[in-house]
T-cell receptor, first 114, second 117 residues
Framework: QKEVEQNSGPLSVPEGAIASLNCTYS??????FFWYRQYSGKSPELIMS??SNGDKEDGRFTAQLNKASQYVSLLIRDSQPSDSATYLCAVHSFNAGNNRKLIWGLGTSLAVNP | DAGVTQSPTHLIKTRGQQVTLRCSPK?????VSWYQQALGQGPQFIFQYYEEEERQRGNFPDRFSGHQFPNYSSELNVNALLLGDSALYLC????????????????FGEGSRLTVL
C-alpha cells in the first residue's frame, strides 16, 4: 500500500466550478499535511498546510482534514484556468529512527476549462 | 528577500559522466533538502543537509552524494550517470529549528533539469 495516495486524474472542471482534490495516507501518527501546486515544468509551491481536524480556509482554497478516516482534501472555489496544474499532497510523518520525513503523493492533474 | 536559487537550470550529460548541481537556500534558512522528480511522478527525497552534515537520506545509491557549505549553500553530485537519472532535481530549503508541525513547509528552487543521453 502506498503511503500517500492521490487520484492521478486528470480532473477536469469548468471555470467557476468547485474543484475537489483528495488524498489518503496510511500512517496514523502523521501530524502535518500540505498541499503543493506544481505548474508544468516548474517547481512545487506550498499553497496550504493543515494540522488539526476540520477545515482551514485561505482565499479560494479550503483544506479539510479527517485524521480518523486518514484523508485530507483541497477544495478550490471559483476555479480559474490559472489553477490548472498538478496538486501534490505531502504528509509529515516519522520513520523507524523517529526522524521526521515528508511523504509525497504522485499528484492530481487539474484542468480548468474556460 | 532572495528565494531558493539553483544552477544550472538545464544540462545534458552522457552515461558514465559526473554532474554537480548547486543550490542556495532562501535567506534565513539553514536546511537544504534535495529531491529527484521524474516526469509524471511526485518528488523523491534524496537527502537533507543541516550544519554541513547529511541528516537524512532517501533510498538512493551512493552514486548520489552531497555537501553543505558554511554559508548553507549545498551541492548535489551524481557519479556514473545512468539514463534513469534523467529528471528534474529540486532543492528545497527550510528552517531546522521550525516547530515540528511546520517542518513540511518547504521552499523550492526552480530546479535543474538533467538529461542523460
Amino acid at each position: 500500500q502506498k503511503e500517500v495516495e492521490q487520484n492521478s486524474g486528470p480532473l477536469s472542471v469548468p471555470e467557476g466550478a468547485i474543484a475537489s482534490l483528495n488524498c489518503t495516507y496510511s500512517d496514523r501518527v502523521s501530524q502535518s499535511f500540505f498541499w503543493y501546486r506544481q505548474y508544468s515544468g516548474k517547481s512545487p509551491e506550498l499553497i496550504m498546510s493543515i494540522y488539526s481536524n476540520g477545515d482551514k480556509e485561505d482565499g479560494r482554497f479550503t483544506a479539510q482534514l479527517n485524521k480518523a478516516s486518514q484523508y485530507v482534501s483541497l477544495l478550490i472555489r471559483d476555479s480559474q484556468p490559472s489553477d490548472s496544474a498538478t496538486y501534490l499532497c505531502a504528509v509529515h510523518s516519522f520513520n523507524a529512527g523517529n526522524n521526521r520525513k515528508l511523504i509525497w503523493g504522485l499528484g492530481t492533474s487539474l484542468a480548468v476549462n474556460p | 528577500d532572495a528565494g531558493v536559487t539553483q544552477s544550472p537550470t538545464h544540462l545534458i550529460k552522457t552515461r558514465g559522466q559526473q554532474v554537480t548541481l548547486r543550490c542556495s537556500p532562501k535567506s534565513g534558512h539553514d536546511t537544504v533538502s534535495w529531491y529527484q522528480q521524474a516526469l509524471g511522478q511526485g518528488p523523491q527525497f534524496i537527502f537533507q543537509y543541516y550544519e554541513e552534515e547529511e541528516r537524512q537520506r532517501g533510498n538512493f545509491p551512493d552514486r548520489f552524494s552531497g555537501h553543505q557549505f558554511p554559508n548553507y549553500s549545498s551541492e548535489l553530485n551524481v557519479n556514473a550517470l545512468l539514463l534513469g537519472d534523467s529528471a528534474l532535481y529540486l532543492c528545497a530549503s527550510s528552517l531546522w529549528g521550525a516547530r515540528i508541525k511546520n517542518t513540511g513547509e518547504l521552499f523550492f528552487g526552480e530546479g535543474s533539469r538533467l538529461t542523460v543521453l
